[in-house]
């Protein structure tokens, strides 16, 4: 069986299993007070260009989701996000749990529209009745998106903008920021986002470690944090197992090498699909790829290879998802693409 | 400088890690769903002697506390506990963040008697206006306590027994339960434990593992369980990290061992402070030790050990405290009392 | 000036008024333990035909929304409601503050469709990652909706049995139920009500109260909702005032007589719009009257009437409300049909 | 049977009946926003003599401390108070329920030393695991307390200075305020408490309203206040009641006549049980009244008055509470002198 199902099916790349390995009878003191803590965060520093960030590792993504949100806002606003954002459909109320409304806004491909946001947050202020309603106190995104979509760095700019005139702050979730700044088609890097956006975090579970997620925020952004990530139950007790990831996953481009391995396969891939006839369903060029295929394809794909189902379209197709990482071999993608060209789309 | 500050500034017991090694590679699905977390919590079972727990794996203490006990009270209900109790001190208030009272009765080395539980549910419920007041819910305790002491069998019966009376659930908090079930004086096992309380966790982050949880609880207590440890941000997308490490602890008797070994190395220092003429802080049997030493020892103790302080007892002596671990060896605990012994107490 | 801006503009029906001055002076119990309150539940209890439900009085709307949808979800639930439901939109993030996610459907002229529901609900279980999203706990109504309209009983009926399938209950915000039980279209009683859901309130402050609503509740569904009410800062010290009242409104028929006295001015003033040549924005046949009109009739109306502005429909025209109430005289509604008759629409 | 239960026995002070009746017909905008309320501010600002006051009426108490807190305290932040304090006994746990921790200090005869305030601050700070604790965010004390006793004008500028020095504010709950100033012993008045502290209430509703607390803060202390009171439930649709009555009641001193009446009988109450040899339980100068009597006098006197029962004291004595309000008449008093000194203690 080959695996595409998603991008934390393994543990973590091999680097990282060979520096907590080495450093595993250490003493240090806990909670991410440590050196090597201390080391990783310069070098996110480093990468994103600003010695003045402040870097917070936390365990996982629903909970960075629901720390930083909720270290965000007040009491009287809630977080605007795509109707497809990970937040509003994926963390069980993790948000809500917090108190906080999510605001949403139409999807295009998982992306927010920069003039669907000035005018919603317009609309609300011109309502009378705008004491009565939950106020935008916050912008969500993710890059990629879901649907391993990518903003363009003129887009992100106009929703930077949009957010700097209503005085409310932006926050990318990077839970694959990897795949999106290995794309083609990325026009930014790790040292734009510190100016394209107030706050974003740097996936480490889907790109290379066991887990792990470092939120990157404007200096003074995210007030008291340590004990909001503590309440929210996201301090890790062992908090140098973070710092020893993150300071291996940005030590010698490994972070990006990861995610440029796993963007190119899955380009590959896409590639093979089209050159079946089959058309994306969506059009990504980061991770993740999604295609609608005829289920008798999808049966015969089963026997040899794991993915996703993203859910019936009409009685005779299905779309799927096709993730590939860092565990990803050529050979992997070379044999899908063999057992998929086998069986060509009539439609061709 | 040899380390007695905590039992968690390592990282995992060298078996974990082999086996994280081992398995690094294989391809799992997510969120604890594989066959590694099952093997895990059929071990957990077999080793609390009923098969039909339910066993749930999560990340953190501080989390699996809020999470339990979110999943337990219903709205009008708050949790009883000491005043000592972690969750009323040093949990950043992850508890009432999740909108639940914590009701304080008196501590005593750590513990809740069971004649003052019996007597607080009296009182509330024979007051006319306990409608207005936060319901006893559920009581929460440690075992071992944040001091070190532990609860005899008798004790535990009797607050089980109240409990039950109440029609409340009883939880044990054992973030170091290892080092209770290893202690001389403990008089239970695990096998004992589902019939002493209603639901209890098996402490992994200071017991050997890099993190981790068990939470252990009678079939059907804890309804809907996944959602809501997903909405707390507990729940780990690679999820077998937390399988392999407690199959691991509960193979060949780890988890026992690793307590086993940290207990009786905290026996032998105690015996050594006392031998020396100091008297412990608390009488503990398990792996945390606590003295009253005069300042000028501790200053010379400070140039070679590194230990926490636990507060100023007048102006010329403090409270400090020793914990052991797996990865303390013989040795640290020799040089430790001949330090000591070189300074013998006064008052001897 | 006249008023039709909204049907909380004046005190309270003056019936109301007197019962208040009447017991003034009397010494009762608080917390609405009295007995005024008490008969007040039994005359609720009566009209609703049915002797076993559950009664309890609360000040505010928002408030009673707020602590039924809390009392009855589980912690990972959400409650299910239309996108332009009063609690969706104008509750400033009481429910979201309670820790609750609101789920939205598409509205239909303020109502839910039970086939959108039920296909809400099974796509919901259909989905692999159900247990990582916020599972539908409770569906929420309004009757009348926030746009006069109605849903039939046919329709009732259709979205209880929906819920009961699905295992959840059915809530019924009845802010402005009086107009819509006197409604011409009505085809439900007070009777039917308890059958056709779970539990609704029966609002006051817009059907002649200074304030309150009653939640009528299937005997038992509401665990321990006094303590649940306090903790929600909605139980009253003085609570006889909510009991006095809601025993004037269900004497000799008063709540159905305020109700129909404004609805039939309501469907006065709508005829006249009509015979002017103005089509309702919504057609509503209770207290609620929307009309778009041109701004120069607008501006002009402004002058000697006063009513609520929702929104503008291009450049040239603006949607308007009108709202009746018991405080509404006949001369009120002809001086308006008066006015806009004088401005007859060109499309006429 | 003549009542002393407490002081919302009855509807509201015959001049704010009958100021509602005036009204009763007049339209008025909703939540708060009319002229009435306006007028009533601004009397409020008068009588506490500082024309920037920011002053907000909210329906219930319990409501407004809830809403008052949860405006001030940030996420990481608990509340301070005393164990006896309203907010940590009879809300149900609505302050946990907005997700604060109060943070208890020991209560001498219902009031917080400054010293062990100081202190308790002192050491949190002191404490290296301070950032795993919930930091103290803001002081909450009654004025007058559960007990009926009251803070000297010393007392309250040592706790305002604890305060001001650890740059937390201090919050007053007045819901008996008039009857604190209306005391012989009060040595402060409504003039000085906007310098004694940073945010306090003025109770309505144990003073002579039907209901309603004045919130009175210090300009822009509380935040976005008005989306957050009727997030909290606390905004009335008919929001002039509360204007009307605040009006009303700061017309003509009536608020203070009110106090003053209930305290004089209150006094003489007291002094009519001391001459029968009966001494308080707690030395009270405002309207609540404290004693601990024999059971058999307690059961004579329940056949003519009705009063409350605060708990046993042995097999043989009660501690009972009287109460005494605007309704209360001269006559009432004396008869319950004459039934206590027909009984006269024999410790005499």
Redesign the interface.
């Known amino acids: ?1 080959i ?1 595409f ?2 991008d ?5 790349h ?1 680097k990282l ?1 060979q520096r ?2 080495e ?9 991410g007070c440590d050196a090597y803590t201390a080391h990783a965060k310069e070098l996110v520093r480093q990468i994103c260009g600003d010695p003045d960030l402040d870097v917070t590792f936390i ?5 960075t989701n ?2 930083v949100i ?2 965000l806002l ?3 606003e ?1 977080v605007l996000a795509c109707e497809t954002a990970h937040i509003n ?14 605001l ?1 806004l139409p999807a295009h491909d998982g992306k927010v529209d920069a003039d669907e946001l000035r005018e919603y947050i317009a609309q609300f202020y011109a ?3 705008y ?5 935008p106190g916050m912008l969500y995104i993710t890059y990629p998106t879901e649907y391993g979509t990518l903003y363009s760095r003129c887009e992100l700019e106009r929703l930077h903008e949009v957010c700097s005139q209503a005085g409310i702050p932006l926050y990318i979730d990077g839970a694959r920021l990897g795949y999106g700044l290995a794309s083609p088609v990325c026009d930014i890097t790790f040292s734009d986002l510190p100016k394209l956006c107030d706050v974003f975090y740097i996936g480490g ?2 790109v290379g470690a ?2 792990g997620e470092a939120v990157v925020a404007r200096k003074g952004l995210l ?2 944090f ?3 990530v ?9 908090g140098r ?1 973070l710092g020893i990831q993150f300071e291996t996953l940005f030590t010698d481009n490994l972070y990006l090498d990861i995610a440029r391995h796993a963007v190119e396969l899955a380009i590959k891939l896409k590639e093979g699909f089209i050159a079946a006839g089959y058309r994306p369903f969506i059009d990504s060029l980061t991770n993740q790829q999604f295609f609608t295929l005829p289920n008798q394809l999808m049966d015969n794909l089963r026997k040899d290879f ?1 993915f996703e ?1 993203w859910g019936p379209r009409g009685e005779t197709h299905t779309t799927v998802r096709f993730v590939t990482s860092w ?1 990803t071999e050529p050979s992997d993608v070379s044999a899908l693409i063999q057992a998929v060209q086998a069986f060509p789309a009539v439609e061709k």
Do not use: C, W
């Open positions: 069986m695996y199902d998603t934390y099916m393994e543990g973590a091999p299993m907590l390995m450093t595993n009878l250490e003493h240090t003191v806990g909670y365990v996982g993504g629903t909970q629901a720390t909720d270290a007040s009491r009287h809630g459909v994926h963390e069980a109320g993790a948000i809500e749990h917090s108190g906080h409304k999510i949403t309502d009378d009745t004491e009565h309603m939950v106020a579970a889907k066991l887990f007030k008291h340590f004990p909001v503590k309440q929210h139950g996201g301090l890790l007790s062992k197992l794991s189902n565990a």
